[in-house]
């Protein structure tokens, strides 16, 4: 699936666009703050419908939009599957719902698909991406909430299915907190723990199962990335830390999509169930459920030694890049379809040896969009091959090569 237009209206510093985009390598050129980034954020939330900068929607909206009697902000895509011809539109609308918060009105995500509206957890992974910012060194130093999200915002363009368990899963754990919290504070019948227990063991078996595949997959590929990247520096292996005692990894593990899954669900809710159980009495003291997929950790080990704790930032970076690196790949493999590759200004970051490689992947890739404020970050070569585009001012411009 190709993204071959992009239309933006009152979306972050743009105010209109409309952006015709090629097959390979897309480069786009433009000082700091000029909308390079934001540009970015939009395909992403066309394909996951989250920004990977902020929780809050509203800040989306453009200033220009704010001062109108009717803020909006709108997002569409146009895709097309090469193999089979097929066109899809996509489009997001951030519009206000008539209430007043104390921030100002209140605003709200409608998605559609071909003209059709439709929830957010259907319309995440028509269009498919994978994301590199500086930032995401983070993925590698940051806090555990941060590696689940990313997770889940891989797997959920790869499984709808698995959208909507970790969706149903993090609903019931919020009532079954609720009632864990009135037992100890209020006391009452134990026994209502029975429904709420089978409803977290029912999606979150699903959601282990899916998340230890995954790793499984994306450690085999990261490791032969993380060579190409940095040479004999040590293996990388990612580790998948569950608050679960998952069943080990078979040498083979099963895709994270298709009915091999389920066998392993199978095993892995009958370990949920045991792990409740031992920690009945405890989640009763805390008012809180103390172990699922809400409590796991990825681990990035170099040579056995946990980089979070022992890497340097470098390291660290090399280790997000070939994870990003190797989710393109698992991706493609897993789903038929490749992922359009974002890298947000990260060669002035790499040395001599991985740009080389990153430039190799990037001649390889099925669609790529990539930011710059130094076209010398790329040969003359690289350039004459890409779509060059400079931003200015939440205007986009082509640009002869050089």
């Known amino acids: 699936m190709l993204l071959r237009h992009l239309a933006l209206a009152n979306f972050r510093n743009f105010v209109r666009l409309e952006l015709d985009l090629p097959p390979q390598v897309t480069l786009l050129q433009g000082e700091n703050a000029q909308g390079k980034t934001n540009l970015l954020e939009a395909i992403m939330l066309l394909s996951t419908a989250r920004s990977p900068r902020t929780t809050a929607d509203r800040e989306w909206l453009s200033w220009h939009a704010e001062r109108e009697p009717m803020p909006y902000a709108r997002l569409e895509a146009s895709l097309k599957r090469e193999s089979e011809g097929e066109e899809v539109h996509l489009e997001m609308v951030l519009a206000p719902t008539g209430n007043a918060t104390a921030n100002g009105p209140a605003f709200r995500k409608q998605v559609r698909v071909n003209g059709t509206p439709c929830k957010a957890l259907d319309f995440v ?45 993090l609903k019931v754990l919020e009532r079954r907190n609720a009632l864990l919290r009135h037992l100890r504070e209020a006391g009452g019948d134990p026994g209502q723990m029975a429904f709420w227990d089978r409803e977290l063991v029912q999606e979150g078996s699903y959601v282990l199962a899916l998340r230890q ?25 990612l580790r998948y830390v569950s608050s679960v005692p998952l069943p080990p990894e078979p040498r083979q593990p099963p895709p994270p999509l298709g009915g091999g899954i389920l066998q392993a669900q199978e095993q892995v809710a009958q ?19 103390l172990v699922g997929p809400h409590r796991d950790d990825l681990q990035f080990l170099l040579s056995d030694r946990d980089l979070r704790t022992y890497g340097s930032r470098g390291q660290q970076r090399t ?84």
């Open 271 to 289: 370990a949920f169930w045991q792990a409740l159980r031992e920690t009945r009495e405890r989640e009763r003291a805390a008012g809180a459920t």
């Open 213 to 237: 595949a995954f790793v499984a997959f994306l450690d085999a590929e990261a490791r032969r990335a993380h060579w190409n990247l940095a040479g004999p520096e040590g293996n990388l292996h």
């Open 125 to 169: 992974g028509i269009l498919k991406v994978v994301l590199f910012m500086p930032e995401d060194v983070d993925l590698v130093a940051g806090a555990p909430a941060g590696r689940r999200r990313y997770l889940d915002i891989a797997l959920c363009q790869m499984d709808n299915r698995y959208c909507h368990a970790l969706s149903r899963y």
């Open 319 to 402: 280790a997000a890049l070939a994870v990003k690196v190797a989710e393109v790949t698992v991706m493609r493999e897993q789903t038929g379809e490749s992922p359009v590759l974002l890298l947000d200004d990260v060669m002035s970051e790499l040395d001599h040896t991985r740009r080389r490689y990153l430039l190799r992947l990037l001649d390889a890739s099925a669609q790529a969009i990539v930011t710059t404020t130094d076209w010398d970050d790329f040969a003359p070569e690289f350039r004459a091959r890409a779509h060059c585009l400079r931003v200015e001012g939440g205007q986009v411009h082509p640009v002869a090569a050089s």
